[in-house]
């Protein structure tokens, strides 16, 4: 063969093999990139979902709480409004909430709800503790006529045991509408049992006297409080 011609065959050959070892190196580079690439976007995918899942997670908590606070308000309102005398119910009403921060009548943080019309005085609304239950503790929350007469008691919480401390609660009865008209002075505060003019439910002696004894000392409460010392709250 022509001396030139295995000369130029030799070059290209190598030339070509040179070729295609480079392009096998650039192969590996961009798959190599290929690959970083692709698991950058699938940690910076997975971090976007995870993101996305903790928003709506806390989103629905959120929304959750405003809801259970809602009902909370709605439940309480309802539960004040039931309780006042007639005559303190109504669009011109105006409800003026007080915090009583601590009584040995009554416990500490209850409410005193004030219902007034042109000034003058329409009911009171009052939550109060006992710790004489079987479970403690039992809150109750009770209406008042203007003169200070109970209008309409009920319990507000309690951890009664069920099927006979929780009875006195008016969705198992009316035992409680016995303390209605009483004032401080109208009645001797106890349970028959015990000497007193109230009645008691049998295998609830406990829970019936205290329901009886905590309104007695709510009713004291209302008859001595100061509204000067008293600090103003929010009507939820």
């Not at 190599?32 to 908590?61: D, E, H, N, Q």
């Not at 403690?136 to 951890?159: C, E, H, N, R």
Request: with cysteine; proline share 2%; net charge positive.
């Amino acid at each position: 063969m022509n001396k030139n011609l295995e000369t130029v065959l030799d070059t290209n050959t190598n030339d070509t093999g040179s070729t295609n070892t480079g392009n096998d190196k650039n192969k590996k580079k961009k798959y190599k990139y290929s690959r970083t690439a692709r698991a950058i976007l699938s940690g910076l995918s997975l971090a976007f979902v995870a993101s996305l899942c903790v928003g709506m997670i806390m989103y629905t908590s959120e929304s959750t709480e405003q809801m259970r606070e809602n009902n909370r308000a709605n439940s309480l309102k309802a539960k004040i409004n039931s309780l006042l005398p007639d005559d303190a119910r109504g669009d011109n009403i105006r409800l003026t909430c007080y915090t009583i921060q601590k009584s040995k009548n009554v416990g500490h943080n209850q409410k005193l709800y004030i219902a007034s019309k042109d000034l003058e005085i329409k009911g009171y609304i009052m939550t109060y503790s006992t710790s004489l239950g079987y479970s403690d503790p039992l809150v109750m929350i009770a209406g008042f006529t203007p003169d200070k007469k109970v209008y309409k008691a009920d319990i507000y919480f309690s951890q009664e045991t069920p099927g006979l401390g929780d009875k006195v609660d008016r969705d198992h009865g009316n035992f409680l509408d016995q303390l209605s008209g009483h004032s401080l002075l109208t009645a001797n505060w106890d349970v028959k049992k015990n000497g007193g003019d109230f009645d008691f439910i049998t295998g609830s002696t406990v829970t019936s006297r205290a329901t009886v004894i905590a309104t007695y000392q709510a009713l004291k409460e209302l008859n001595s409080f100061d509204i000067r010392s008293l600090k103003k709250c929010k009507v939820k």
